[in-house]
């Protein structure tokens, strides 16, 4: 009984099995593979890419660095300013102590001898300034001249003598002028003694009216030379 049982627990394994694989059969795949001989590997290593954060990282070190180089640039110009300066300061206090060393009497000999200069140049100014007024008062006396003439030949050309006229006989008399050159008084300063004489005098004056020529001349001449005008009246000459 028991070799019974088990020869129909063997079959009913048998009979599973055989219909777990007439379930799961499929018809072999078509597709043909070709598997390579051999695969060749290396390899390769590839350099990480750096974040942004590290990138903004170097260019601030960068600018950093470039600061730190300017100040230090900077700090050698300056320290070689300051000694360059000193070196100058140490040339100049050597004079500077000569000069604080100077004897009294050297000093008081440089004090005089700029005096004496200052004297020199003041008599040198002066004798210039004279010089000038002088050749001006020459100059001045040379046009003077010209316009003196002038008038003495327009008194001349207007100035009938009287019959009574006599030698030895003078009227001196002072004509006072504008610059236009225009007689605006006249004053007999001295008489001849002949009042025909000395009428015609100043009916010459007054014939005249105005020496035109006088307006081209300079105003500190004129007023110099020319706002008054003395004239001696004699039978024989004219004389300014």
């Keep these: 009984m028991y070799y019974l049982a088990g020869v129909t627990v063997s ?14 059969w499929q018809e072999p795949s078509k597709i043909i593979y070709f598997q390579p001989k051999y695969i060749k590997a290396e ?20 600018l950093i660095s470039e600061e730190k180089q300017q100040d230090r640039e900077r ?3 300056n320290i070689e300013e300051r000694q360059n300066a000193e070196n100058k300061d140490k040339k100049v206090a050597p004079e500077s102590e000569l000069q604080k060393k100077k004897p009294a009497e050297l000093r008081k000999k440089e004090r005089d001898s700029e005096e004496a200069q ?11 300034d004279r010089e000038a007024q002088e050749l001006e008062a020459r100059e001045d006396e040379e046009v ?6 002038i ?10 003598r009287p019959p009574s006229a006599r030698l030895g006989m003078t009227t001196k008399v002072r004509i006072i002028l504008v610059p236009t050159g225009r007689v605006v008084g006249v004053v007999i300063e001295s008489s001849s003694g002949d009042l025909a004489f000395d ?16 307006q081209g001349m ?3 001449l004129f007023e110099l030379r020319f706002r008054q005008v003395t004239v001696l009246f004699s039978p024989e000459d004219l004389r300014l």
């Design 75 to 77: 700090q050698n110009r």
């Design 218 to 220: 300079d105003d500190r």
């Design 151 to 160: 008038i003495r030949q327009r008194l001349s050309d207007n100035w009938s």
């Design 43 to 62: 390899l390769v290593t590839l350099s990480p890419k750096l974040p942004a954060k590290s990138v903004q990282r170097q260019q601030y070190d960068q």
């Design 11 to 24: 079959g009913l394994i048998h009979l599973l099995l055989v219909s777990f694989l007439l379930l799961n």
């Design 199 to 214: 009428r015609s005098v100043e009916q010459a004056i007054r014939k005249v009216n105005q020496f035109v020529e006088l």
């Design 144 to 149: 003077a001249k010209s316009y003196y003439q």
């Design 118 to 128: 200052r004297k020199k140049l003041a008599e040198w100014e002066s004798l210039l």
